[in-house]
Structure formats: structure tokens, C-alpha cells
């Protein structure tokens, strides 16, 4: 199993494009973020490279995540942005060898109905699917929970599917990621196998909290060997918060 360090939640202490070279000194040999910015987007993936990193997934640019949004598939008039802002995220991955790229879904407007809101974000992303098929990558739809993030609109990976389902795309696939699901009420140790035949990446973060392993109640170690025994080959990414020292927070990782 390869642990990837999500740079956007890992080595926080450090200056945003500082964290691959970061990642690499720790002994990381696979790396992801959340969008770097279109300004910043380029020499971070340089970076990555220079570094001999493989960059397993970049999300699409779903807003001000400080302000609470969590992308826009489901606002009409966002389509054209949308599909801007995918076509970027697309580019880059392909830049730097990244298979995925994590599409934010968005949050309940209140503008139209939830049904006609999850119809239109399964034509949008029917829309990018066929982006990220000429740019030879793939498109993973992360459940959110919406404890955190109210009105997310697929807070569990049951309407995740669901929602791929309406989009009728067999090549769009599943981020599972354990917090949400924890927060969700579900056992990610016994929920994940269920899931594992669409799933095409997976994150750890311990619950509850969004801390490191250990500082909550989902066992990292028992996790992994779930998914080893269900034949999970990918990375799990490391999107948990630190603290003040990501080299502290990883020390009970150094074994594995």
C-alpha cells in the first residue's frame, strides 16, 4: 500500500510550493492537492516533477473553499465557468501524469429543487467526462458529508452513485474518503469494501476531529488492511489536518 501526502492539508507549516520538496525529504514518493491556483498551478507541478513525485490526483477549482463552496456542477449558469475551470484542472493533471481529478459537486442553492439540481450536475458532468477523455485522465465525485458542509448535495457514496448513474458515464468513478464516510455514521473498516469496485482513490483522515491517525476512532492500520484484502492496489492520500508539525503527526507512520 502507498501512502500520498495531500499537500494541501500536509506540511501546512511551509510556503504552498516548498511542500513538495518537503514531501520528497520525508520519504513521500506520491503527492496530491486541492486546486493550486491557476497562478501557481504550473510551478507547482514543476515542482512535483523536479522532485521525482507522482501525482496521483488534482481537484478541480470548486471556489472559495475558506468561504464554503464546494464547486458549482449544479448552478445553470455556471456551466460555461464550470467547464473553464475543469478543462484547467484537466491540463494540469496531464501536465504532471496525474490520473484524477477530484470534481466538486456543490451545494444545495435552494434556487431549484434538489432532483432538478443533481440533474443538472449529472449533465454537467457528463460534459467533463468527455473533457478528461481527450486529455487522458479521469474524473472522480467525492461524497462530502454534510455535517461539515451543509446542503452538500451528495453527502454519502450511495448518492454519490447515484448521481453517476444519472450521468451515465462508466469511466467517472468513486473518491472514497474515510472521515466523510465516518461522519456520515458509517464504519469505514466495514463500509469500504461495498464500495471498492468503483472506487478509484481513497483518503484517510481520523474522525472525529480530521486529525492523525490515532487521535480519533478509525484505525489506519486495520483500514489498510481492509482495503489490501479486498484488492485495493491505488494510494491512500493523507488528508488530515497535522497540527503544528507534519513530521510529528507522521512519526507512527515511519514504520510502514
Not at 5 to 11: G, I, K, N, V, W
Not at 86 to 97: H, K, P, S, T
Request: charged share 20%.
Amino acid at each position: 500500500m502507498t501512502f500520498s501526502a495531500h499537500l494541501s492539508m500536509l506540511f501546512r507549516e511551509l510556503p504552498y510550493l516548498e511542500r513538495p520538496a518537503a514531501a520528497a525529504e520525508a520519504g513521500f514518493t506520491v503527492v496530491e492537492t486541492w486546486w493550486p491556483g491557476q497562478e501557481v498551478v504550473d510551478a507547482w507541478a514543476d515542482e512535483a516533477l523536479r522532485h521525482s513525485l507522482d501525482v496521483r490526483l488534482i481537484n478541480c477549482d470548486g471556489g472559495d473553499l475558506a468561504a464554503g463552496d464546494r464547486g458549482f456542477l449544479n448552478v445553470p449558469e455556471r456551466r460555461d465557468d464550470t467547464l473553464a475551470a475543469f478543462a484547467a484542472a484537466a491540463e494540469a493533471a496531464a501536465r504532471c501524469g496525474a490520473p484524477f481529478v477530484n470534481l466538486l459537486v456543490g451545494r444545495d442553492t435552494g434556487r431549484l429543487s434538489r432532483r432538478e439540481q443533481l440533474r443538472v450536475a449529472a449533465a454537467v458532468i457528463s460534459d467533463c467526462a468527455a473533457v478528461a477523455r481527450e486529455a487522458g485522465v479521469q474524473i472522480v465525485i467525492e461524497p462530502i458529508n454534510d455535517l461539515d458542509v451543509p446542503g452538500y448535495l451528495v453527502p454519502s457514496p450511495d448518492e454519490a452513485v447515484g448521481l453517476l448513474e444519472a450521468a451515465a458515464c462508466d469511466d467517472v468513478l468513486l473518491l472514497y474518503d474515510a472521515y466523510h464516510a465516518a461522519r456520515m455514521g458509517a464504519d469505514p473498516c466495514a463500509d469500504v469494501t461495498g464500495w471498492l469496485p468503483l472506487v478509484a482513490h481513497v483518503h484517510y483522515a481520523d474522525c472525529p476531529g480530521r486529525g492523525a491517525p490515532g487521535t480519533g476512532t478509525i484505525d489506519l492500520r486495520l483500514f489498510v488492511e481492509v482495503l489490501e484484502g479486498a484488492g485495493y492496489t491505488g494510494a491512500v492520500g493523507l488528508e488530515f489536518d497535522p497540527g503544528p508539525s507534519t513530521l510529528e503527526a507522521l512519526a507512527g507512520l515511519v514504520p510502514w
